[in-house]
């Protein structure tokens, strides 16, 4: 994967919902990784998720995240059904799997609400925790 910035963090559906909901150290962090040129991923399972969460109430809040210059958009390749479904049986829900799986191939952190979600990946060393 190329992407015109360097990868920072990955969110997760609950940073994606918190943001939504305006969360201020979601809106912080984006904003710092913005200003240092830096990427945020949203894999598109935790999109889904969030969606169906929030429903499209915010639908507005939500198509400021995904325009946002630091923010990219991440679908699953086809090839990496493996390593997803290995991380599924990890994490117990496919957003996670999706998120910690390019987590892991990025070098970088999950940002979520819930760190016992990836506890079972990298010994719980994967997540920033959501903090309002």
């Known amino acids: 994967m190329t992407l015109p910035r360097d990868v920072c963090l990955v ?14 150290a979601v809106g ?8 240092d040129n830096g990427a945020v991923l949203i894999p598109l399972w935790c999109l889904v ?6 429903g499209m109430i915010d639908r507005e809040r939500l198509d400021l995240l995904l325009a946002h210059a630091a923010t990219f958009l991440i ?12 991380m599924r049986a990890l994490t117990g829900r496919h957003d996670c799997a999706a998120a910690a799986l390019l987590a892991v191939e990025m070098n970088v952190d999950v940002m979520t609400r819930h760190p016992d ?16």
């Open 11 to 24: 969110f997760d559906t609950t940073a994606i919902t918190s943001w939504v909901r305006g969360s201020i």
């Open 28 to 35: 912080e962090t984006l904003a710092e990784i913005a200003d």
């Open 49 to 54: 998720e969030a969606g169906h969460d929030i």
């Open 75 to 86: 679908v699953d390749d086809g090839e990496d059904w493996e390593m997803l479904v290995g």
């Open 117 to 132: 979600w990836y506890q079972s990946v990298r010994n719980g060393q994967l997540t920033l925790l959501i903090e309002d």
